[in-house]
């Protein structure tokens, strides 16, 4: 009886080779974050400000600010800074104004005399103003399906204030009206940006805007700055500064950039609606804010009518139209 073949050897396994990240993963995650961070920082900005007051929070981020930006330029750049022409230079103190000035002044009193959860869905409409600048300056033509979605949004909006309204809650309500005149003003920083961008990059224009429009919020904070008791300060409130000032606002613009970059502004631009359900969630487990059925309604309404507006037109995939990273 013949012996049977011998078996083949077995094969070695083979060696599993590590798999490189995903960056789009990577992004994603990296996104829900941002969104986190975003969400928490109503809270930790309303427990800073009743500590310093809006005025020396104002005072201390931008002192902090420009440092950062400087280091990021020194990181990028060494000493040699990007030279601007003199016509952009004009167009990057006049961003910073509006940005930093304007828009994180309105929302720092905003947000004081308001709540967390109505900060953060007043904000969120945005979108709803960058659209209509767009079509005032006759850049893009409005569909009917974003007509309808800024309706929407406008009715929601009153829906969520009504009940403050209607309880004399007038100090809230003209929060609530202070962050829609800020939501105005980023939807203009956002569309001006657009253009410094393309030409000189989106870090360039973050840093540079800021070290021109911190000046002016430094001295005319001064006053507030100068009444706070900095060394009586309690750690929490410090680790709270920096938690709105270093990542929250500049480490949070960065990273935003660094995903849309990966994802496409058009994939991360709905992430930004979960902001407001954060924020009225961190909210209510850290200050103990309660929500009514009518509010939660209108939050709902408002957020259906801004992705109405913001993705009605589908051949309209313009980054300005999209959710970018907030200046404050």
Known sequence: MPLPPPMPPTPEPARLRPT?????????????????????????????????????????RYLIMPLAATV???????????????????????LGLAGHLVHVGLV??????????SSSLILACGPVFTLLILRW??????????????????VGVLVFLSDKLQGGHWQASGGDLTLIVAAFFFSYYTVTAKPLI????GVTVMTYATLLGSGPVVLLSLPAGLHVAWGDVAWLVWAGLLWAVL???????????????????????????????????????????SYTGVKLAGAALTLAGVAVAQFANPRSRDPVCEAVAPVD
């Not at 996104?31 to 969400?39: H, K, N, P, Y």
């Not at 928490?40 to 201390?60: D, E, I, R, W, Y």
């Not at 990007?82 to 016509?87: K, S």
């Not at 720092?108 to 959860?117: L, Q, V």
């Open 20 to 60: 490189s990240p995903d960056p789009a993963r990577q992004a994603l995650w990296a996104a829900l974050a941002m969104v986190v961070v975003w969400g928490a920082n109503f809270s930790v900005q309303k427990m800073v400000f009743t500590a310093l007051s809006p005025g020396g929070f104002l005072f201390a």
């Open 72 to 94: 990021l330029l020194c990181a990028r750049h060494g000493m040699k800074w990007p030279r601007v022409p003199r016509t952009d230079m004009i167009a990057l103190l006049k």
């Open 198 to 201: 393309e030409r000189h990059g």
């Open 247 to 289: 990542v929250s606002a500049f480490l949070g613009w960065l990273v935003w950039g660094w995903v849309n970059a990966v994802r496409g502004v058009a994939r991360s631009a709905p992430l930004m609606y979960l902001m407001p359900p954060v924020a009225g969630l961190v909210a209510w487990a850290a200050t103990g804010e």
């Open 108 to 117: 720092t009193y905003g947000i004081h005399w308001s709540t967390a959860f």
């Open 137 to 154: 300056h006759g850049l893009e033509a409005l569909t009917r399906g974003q007509v309808a979605g800024v309706a929407v949004a406008a």
